[in-house]
């Protein structure tokens, strides 16, 4: 059964970077990262694929960086200038062939507040 | 960016009863290798999502077969056959034809 779990800064203070680890049992084609503010929709924020092709959110690119280490089974996704307007659930997942996100992670909450 | 638009927003239904929900993309979904990268998500509160149609019409692993996915170029629709308990939730449409790869707002279907 493949899994993904997210772990990194959960509370975070205005200005302050936000660090996030996926660490997933199983290659697919790369690793996605989603988030989702209290009560609304998904939203796309990065994804990075196995040959180190990496597509960010265009109204967030300048914020985000999104690497890997496959000899660990982690993809980190760095957010600065956090805001809170930034809130929410933070999810991993992946796809195991293009275009699709099979396994999810649980998601990991972050608060930014001062 | 491709806009997902969904509809119905909200979704009362009655246990045992058909359901149907459309979404509808800003540009078509079909890719240079002929496929539509469109998939269905579902949203149990306080969980994460869970795929239950990729390209369409493919049924995830373990997904029952009350539901089902149609449509092609800008109009797909989800459809399940007879809403049971465990379907209330939050449903997503996502395309990963283009990137940025976009979700619908979310339909949220809730038992009558």
């Known amino acids: 059964q493949i899994t993904l779990k997210e772990s990194g800064s959960t509370l975070v203070k205005p200005t302050q970077t936000l660090t996030l680890t996926c660490t997933f049992s199983t290659n697919g084609v790369g690793v996605g990262w989603i988030r989702q503010p209290p009560g609304k929709a998904l939203e796309w924020l990065a994804l990075?694929?196995?040959?180190?092709?990496?597509r960010y959110s265009p109204s967030l690119k300048s914020r985000l960086t999104i690497t890997k280490d496959t000899s660990k089974n982690q993809a980190v996704l760095t957010m600065t200038n956090m805001d809170p307007v930034d809130t929410g659930t933070y999810y991993c997942?992946?796809?195991?062939?293009?275009?699709?996100?099979?396994?999810w992670g649980q998601g990991t909450k972050v608060t930014v507040s001062s | 960016d491709i806009v997902m638009t969904q509809s119905p927003l909200s979704l009362p239904v009655t246990l045992g009863q058909p359901a149907s929900i459309s979404c509808r993309s800003s540009?078509?979904?079909?890719?240079?290798?002929?496929?539509?990268?469109l998939n269905w998500f579902h949203q149990r509160p306080g969980q994460s999502p869970r795929r239950l149609i990729y390209k369409v019409s493919n049924r995830a692993s373990g997904v029952p077969d009350r539901f089902s996915g149609s449509g092609s170029g800008t109009d797909f629709t989800l459809k399940i056959s007879r809403v049971e308990a465990e379907d209330v939730g939050i449903y997503y449409c996502?395309?990963?034809?283009?990137?940025?790869?976009?979700f619908g707002q979310g339909t949220k279907l809730e038992i009558k």
């Open positions: 540009q078509s979904l079909v890719y240079s290798d002929g496929n539509a990268y």
């Open positions: 996502m395309q990963g034809t283009h990137w940025p790869y976009t």
């Open positions: 990075i694929y196995w040959d180190d092709d990496k």
């Open positions: 997942a992946q796809p195991q062939t293009p275009g699709t996100l099979d396994i």
